[in-house]
């Protein structure tokens, strides 16, 4: 603040250094006055040759802006000092310009060669300024010199000046449209910027400009994709919703062959394998019938969308987190929409109005994925603190999240809104209790009594809501509450409020058969005080006295002429033609009469009961996040989100050329060192080959789908994470081969990978689909490490070879109660080469799958993982042994139990690469060398389910095969016994209530009363240790789940007499709803 005491010293000031004393100031003492040359001093010191003077003036103006205040009249003086070679009074004036050059025009149009030579200024600011006031000037005259400018400041060498130039383009298209075709072009060649600053400006310019031209975006796909996480904030907004959009044309939908998928990926597996054995001349018929059952398969810029932008959700601002959010919703598989949950509930801790924005959505996505929010249901209670807006919004999502589970935690919620002061509130909540009812049956009576009691409520608010959600439910089952409908009839004395008056007065008429007796009291009292009656209740009157004329004419006929009468002279013209219609209805004339023979059959016409469905319903055709969402309205501007298309249009117009001097020969010679590798795993780019008919294409989903194959056997996710970024990089490269190459490598694959394979990673794709399992491209450090594998399961045969010596003594294979001399193998008869015998294998059963059909003493008996058929004579099972994996306490143990019962040994038996869940890891088995034909032996390998009974999906190998496999464990095999005294277990059990609580009724069966049966079925069921207990009636458990540790208490009361009530206390919810199911199931079989 140098300037400040040069100023003082001229004008005699006697303030201290750097502190102007406002009552001298002049120039401080003219703003706040409000003579007319309050200005004057300002534009002294803006004419001064003294540069510190002008910055004190410019400093001042601006600070003027910023409060508020108008310094338009001080443009001309501002205006000569463009030129100033100062450089921070240039940017302050530039500053000013900006903001006043659109109100003074035609003063602005003189200093316009000023501003142009600023364009050459060699400060980058100067000439981002002076583009950016030149812009600000919207005059059509200066359009070309306008375009000029933003053409020059698209090639400089800053980007903070390309940057500003893509701003000036929606300023230039809205001042003349006609320059569209010109701004294209410069849009096109921002696009190709590769720097972060400009990415986010360009796409609003080309959102603004040319939304419809997605041709623009194609090349420039993945390089926004992969620039999306270092963009400003404001940017990443932007181009997240162009991507959402972009993605919706350009990409199969991901959820629709999903069921597809999973009724029939057995089936299409078995039915590869026939088509294999039927030999070559099925061909052309597989062809055919591939399309009706194909699985879908993710494209990989699809996938590359998803993968980029999933670490934005744990960005600072909102906004970002909830464009990300409505991009899963609209662009991700339903197994992968989950993850956005848990961010979405960590903005509900933001200000109320973020609260507002993220609730609107939540209520909307919580109506189609249900599950997603429910392990979240705590985070929606209601808050004393909370606006009237945000309480009713929660509502809404927490009435959207019950179901048969938790209705009982939701109720009680519900039961203290109830007293709240809100009475908007407390309506909303009522209204909640009614849509509870009416989608959960089990608790309809429930609802209804609980609505009944509030009738004698103080309030009378609180009694009219509950009459007009009591009238929609009995809509449903009239018969079953006459009591209700009189309770309801005595309340017409007492209710005032109209609408309750009128639903009491419907229910009342609707239902006159099951109160003969009170229906014409009660509308003796109404034809009373009709006169004074608002007019919905009127109507509803005037209905009452028809339906009951027609079903009690002797009782009611007077009445309803007196009623019809009073009608007929009401102010209200609705009414008086109510009245002239019902009468000529219901009182048959001598000219008319045709309709009056039907008149029982209009008033009393059977209604259906209506549906109170979510005021959110159909908001979600509007693209969630945006403005017109949470209006519920087309607001201007907005554009529609795209349908699916039926067929995913060329993926090779997102492949860049990359030019011949940017390849170098370590990179050819990579790829020459690759190409066995990718011919040993070409069977997973199957389904991608045969939904891409473009050779291009083609490879560079080879590569890909090898890069998936790699990155699975990387040691950690970080690891995970450094080749997801090798493979951005080398995508580009990867999609320069040419078409030539394309062709050599497709007739490989038609020549090497068999059609029975190809089937078979087609499903397994489908199921990669679902998982974010990094993608990522090989290089040669982590082919080193492929290497390294390979040799050390060379070495590690010898122990597998003993396996079979040591079953005999094995304690691990008691559970079996097999012997292995249960098994006898006669190869002839169990692998036969006609199709028939295979067949026939699948229905009989033969030796080697004895073990399968005995009971085990715990867990899970012998599932099937391969059958003989399908694993051409290798038979698989698996069994959850129980007891502690030796290589990490978090995994469950699960024995593999091989069998060869082929007439050829099986080599080289080993586990392929994994495709998990994220979470998900797997212990591999060692290598088993050779199994002789009629030869069996068990292995053991460990598989941490992260607590979810989400399915491992992995591969068998072979040296000739690759087999899709999948393990799903039951929920009882994701704990273990513990062991704890009735105090602890009590004490325990204290602690997890509430939410933690899910409790079931149940009738045991006469063959499950004695002690012996019931811990026998719990503990098959589920592995949990016995803990004491005083009482000869209850039986209670306990355990641990594998992964996070969390306790799990199981109590079930046996009563002699009545059902019995099954309890699990776990702060696992899902856990303990699906160990419930499983238990009740296990004890009423």
């Avoid at 350009?250 to 078995?270: D, R, V």
């Avoid at 492929?786 to 304690?811: D, H, I, M, N």
Wanted: with cysteine; net charge negative; charged share 25%.
């Amino acid at each position: 603040m140098s300037a400040a005491p040069a100023y003082n010293e001229d004008k005699g000031g006697s303030a201290g250094p750097g502190e102007p004393e406002y009552g001298h100031d002049p120039a401080s003492g003219g703003i706040f006055s409000s003579d007319y040359k309050r200005h004057d001093d300002l534009k002294a010191m803006l004419d001064t040759n003294k540069d510190s003077l002008k910055l004190e003036a410019m400093k001042r103006i601006v600070a003027m802006i910023a409060r508020g205040k108008n310094a338009s009249d001080l443009f001309p003086a501002v205006v000569k000092n463009v030129a100033c070679k100062n450089i921070e009074v240039k940017k302050l004036v530039y500053v000013y310009l900006v903001r006043y050059a659109e109100e003074q025009q035609d003063l602005a149009l003189l200093s316009i060669s000023t501003f142009q030579r600023g364009l050459k200024d060699p400060n980058q600011l100067i000439r981002a300024s002076a583009l950016r006031v030149l812009s600000s000037i919207r005059v059509p005259i200066i359009v070309p010199i306008m375009m000029l400018a933003i053409k020059e400041a698209a090639s400089d060498m800053s980007p903070y000046v390309r940057k500003t130039a893509a701003h000036a383009i929606p300023k230039l298209y809205s001042l003349d449209s006609d320059q569209k075709d010109q701004l294209i072009e410069v849009i096109e060649k921002l696009l190709a910027d590769k720097t972060t600053l400009v990415a986010g400006s360009v796409v609003m310019a080309f959102e603004e400009v040319c939304p419809e031209r997605i041709d623009l975006i194609h090349k420039n796909y993945r390089k926004l994709c992969n620039l999306l996480i270092d963009v400003e904030e404001w940017g990443q907004v932007v181009i997240i919703s162009m991507l959402t959009r972009y993605a919706r044309t350009q990409f199969l939908s991901p959820t629709q062959n999903e069921s597809l998928l999973e009724e029939n990926s057995e089936k299409a597996f078995y039915g590869s394998e026939e088509d294999e054995a039927k030999g070559p001349g099925s061909e052309e018929a597989a062809s055919t019938a591939l399309p009706t059952r194909k699985p879908y398969v993710m494209d990989p810029d699809h996938r590359l969308l998803l993968r980029n932008t999933k670490p934005l959700l744990q960005s600072r601002s909102a906004a970002v987190v909830m464009a990300v959010a409505q991009l899963y919703f609209h662009l991700a598989p339903k197994a992968e929409v989950g993850v956005i949950a848990k961010a979405l509930v960590r903005l509900l801790r933001s200000h109320s109005e973020v609260q507002y924005v993220v609730l609107q959505n939540v209520a909307t996505m919580s109506i189609k994925r249900r599950g997603m929010f429910e392990p979240y249901l705590k985070s929606f209670y209601i808050r004393s603190t909370d606006p009237t807006q945000i309480k009713i919004l929660k509502l809404e999502v927490l009435t959207n999240l019950a179901n048969e589970t938790n209705i009982p935690t939701v109720l009680r919620e519900f039961q203290t809104y109830i007293r709240s002061m809100d009475k908007d509130f407390v309506a909303a909540t009522i209204q909640a209790i009614g849509r509870c009812a009416t989608n959960i049956g089990r608790v309809r009576d429930t609802c209804l009594n609980g609505l009944v009691q509030l009738l004698s409520n103080r309030d009378e608010l609180v009694v009219a809501e509950s009459v007009v959600v009591i009238k929609k439910l009995l809509q449903m089952q009239p018969a079953q509450h006459g009591e209700i409908i009189k309770h309801l009839a005595k309340l017409t004395d007492n209710i005032q409020v109209p609408m309750a008056r009128a639903s009491i007065l419907w229910l009342i008429g609707e239902y006159c058969e099951h109160v003969p007796r009170i229906a014409p009291d009660v509308l003796r009292k109404m034809a009373k005080s009709f006169t004074a009656e608002e007019d919905i209740v009127k109507l509803q009157v005037i209905n009452l006295a028809a339906k009951l004329y027609l079903t009690n004419s002797k009782q009611t006929k007077l009445l309803t002429q007196y009623v019809l009468s009073l009608a007929k002279y009401d102010q209200n013209y609705d009414i008086r033609d109510r009245a002239r219609f019902t009468r000529q209805l219901i009182v048959p004339s001598e000219q008319g009469g045709a309709l009056s023979r039907h008149a029982k059959k209009l008033f009393l016409a059977p209604k259906p009961a209506p549906v109170l469905e979510s005021s959110f319903k159909d908001r979600d055709h509007f693209q969630l996040g945006s403005l017109s969402h949470l209006l519920n309205a087309k607001a201007t501007g907005y554009q529609e989100l795209p349908d699916w298309p039926e067929e995913a249009p060329d993926p090779s117009v997102r492949n860049v050329e990359v030019p011949e001097w940017t390849k170098c020969s370590n990179r050819e010679k990579r790829k020459e060192k690759e190409k066995p590798f990718y011919s040993d795993s070409e069977g997973e780019s199957g389904p991608t080959e045969s939904a891409d008919s473009d050779p291009e294409s083609e490879s560079e989903s080879e590569s890909k789908s090898s890069s998936e194959s790699g990155s699975g056997e990387s040691s950690s996710e970080s690891d995970n994470e450094d080749q997801e970024e090798d493979e951005e990089k080398g995508r580009s490269s990867e999609s320069e081969q040419s078409e030539e190459e394309g062709k050599k490598k497709k007739m490989k694959k038609r020549k090497k990978v068999p059609e029975g394979q190809e089937g078979g990673s087609s499903s397994d794709e489908g199921s990669d689909s679902s998982s974010s399992s990094s993608e990522s491209e090989m290089t040669s450090e982590t082919e080193e490490e492929q290497v390294e594998p390979a040799s050390w399961r060379k070495k590690t045969p010898p122990s597998s070879k003993s396996a079979p010596a040591a079953k005999e003594v094995s304690l691990l294979d008691l559970e079996d109660f097999t012997p292995p001399s249960v098994q006898p193998v006669s190869p002839p008869t169990v692998v036969s080469t006609s199709l028939a015998a295979d067949l026939e294998g699948l229905t009989l059963t033969d030796s080697p799958l004895v073990p399968s059909l005995l009971s085990p003493v715990s867990g899970a008996g012998r599932q099937e993982l391969l059958h003989r058929v399908a694993g051409e004579g290798l038979a698989v099972d698996y069994t959850f042994s129980r007891q502690p994996f030796s290589g990490d306490p978090h995994m469950v143990s699960v024995h593999i139990h091989f069998s060869n019962s082929s007439d050829t040994p099986i080599k080289g038996l080993h586990m392929g690469t994994p495709k998990l869940p994220p979470g998900i890891s797997i212990q591999e088995f060692p290598e088993i060398e050779s199994l002789a034909p009629g030869e069996s032996t068990t292995v053991v390998m460990g598989i941490n389910f992260c607590d979810s009974t989400q399915a491992a999906n992995f591969q068998l190998c072979t040296q000739t095969r690759q087999f899709y496999v999948s393990i799903q464990p039951p929920v009882g095999e994701l704990m273990a016994p513990v062991f704890l005294s009735e105090n602890e277990f009590k004490k325990e059990q204290a602690k997890l209530t509430g939410m933690n609580e899910i409790t079931e009724k149940l009738t045991l069966p006469d063959t499950c009363r004695s002690d012996h049966i019931v811990v026998q079925k719990v503990t098959a069921t589920a592995n949990l240790g016995r803990v004491p207990c005083g009482t000869s009636d209850e039986y209670r458990f306990a355990g641990r789940t594998l992964t996070s540790g969390s306790l799990v208490l199981l109590t079930l009361d046996a009563r002699p007499t009545g059902a019995a009530q099954l309890t699990v206390n776990s702060e696992k919810m899902v856990i303990g709803t699906m160990l419930v199911k499983d238990v009740v199931q296990a004890l009423t079989q």
